[in-house]
């Protein structure tokens, strides 16, 4: 993102990445390759692909193809925080764990346990729990043992449609899912190792109308965002020490880029007047949900 003369900012094209044979759903920058930035995509048609950039001429190059594990479409990607381990969210119903073993990627793990498509999957801040969320309503925690072992903590159920994504807060253990059924819950531990839901932000409380696609902290994560099949972004301010969140959109700071069938782009910021709206829109981009 470059600086324009009158102070607007622009985001130019440095190159295109070809080499997936269906629509890409995913991506996830691997967070410990600063030197040498590395990251994921994943498709429909089955693989993942990963990423990296080569220091000299700073131009990316596929490092490997993760295939011959999933049968159907995988739909999510994320690196563990210490960026070893990759989880792979697929529509067959599996979760699988890579590992970066001697320069060659390998599935050290297969979690399994929902009816259906898996939608999605997040690590927690310490790396200690995977979250997955499934078309069949329920999101399961999963607890990350020695040896590449994964045991299901908890299978969480309050959702009454598909789950499309699951958050971990970037700092806590709370966990955050957003659903087909309009809503957003927030999940916590109560301190005796069972799980519940501690919120539902739905349209009574300012919540959305319609589908909640996805969601997104900031760093300090006392902001969200989220959006939804309503047409619009919602921000909330959180107040996670107390596993409550407000009911009010709260003043942010910083951008916040969303993309939408609108086949457009729109940068959001806020400057002491109040909300400021900036946006650019590119054609000919399609967006699925």
Not at 27 to 40: D, G, H, R
Not at 103 to 132: I, M, P, Q, R
Not at 190 to 215: F, I, K, P, R, Y
Not at 253 to 272: H, P, Q, T, V
């Amino acid at each position: 993102m470059d600086l324009h003369d009158d102070g607007n900012m622009i985001l130019k094209e440095i190159q295109t990445l070809e080499g997936h044979t269906d629509r890409v759903w995913s991506l996830a920058w691997n967070p410990a390759t600063a030197t040498s930035p590395v990251f994921a995509s994943c498709s429909g048609d089955k693989t993942v692909r990963i990423w990296e950039q080569t220091p000299s001429t700073r131009l990316w190059h596929c490092k490997a193809v993760l295939e011959e594990t999933h049968t159907r479409t995988v739909r999510s990607c994320a690196w563990s925080p210490s960026g070893k381990l990759l989880a792979t969210a697929s529509f067959d119903a599996t979760t699988s764990i890579w590992e970066n073993i001697s320069g060659d990627f390998e599935c050290v793990s297969t979690l399994e346990g929902h009816e259906n498509e898996v939608k999605s999957v997040s690590w927690n801040a310490s790396g200690s729990f995977l979250a997955t969320c499934s078309r069949d309503k329920t999101v399961w925690i999963w607890e990350v043992m020695p040896g590449n072992e994964f045991e299901c903590a908890s299978v969480l159920q309050g959702h009454t449609q598909d789950v499309k994504m699951v958050k971990w807060h970037p700092t806590m253990d709370v966990l955050f899912s957003c659903s087909y059924d309009n809503t957003v819950k927030v999940w916590a531990e109560d301190g005796t190792g069972d799980w519940h839901c501690v919120q539902t932000l739905g349209e009574s409380n300012n919540g959305h109308s319609s589908t909640v696609w996805a969601l997104s902290f900031n760093a300090e994560g006392d902001r969200m965002v989220t959006c939804s099949d309503d047409l619009t972004l919602k921000i909330w301010e959180t107040d996670v020490g107390r596993m409550v969140l407000g009911d009010d959109h709260a003043p942010w700071e910083g951008i916040i880029a969303s993309g939408a069938a609108d086949d457009g782009l729109r940068f959001f910021l806020e400057n002491k007047d109040g909300l400021h709206v900036k946006y650019v829109d590119i054609n000919n981009i399609t967006m699925y949900g």
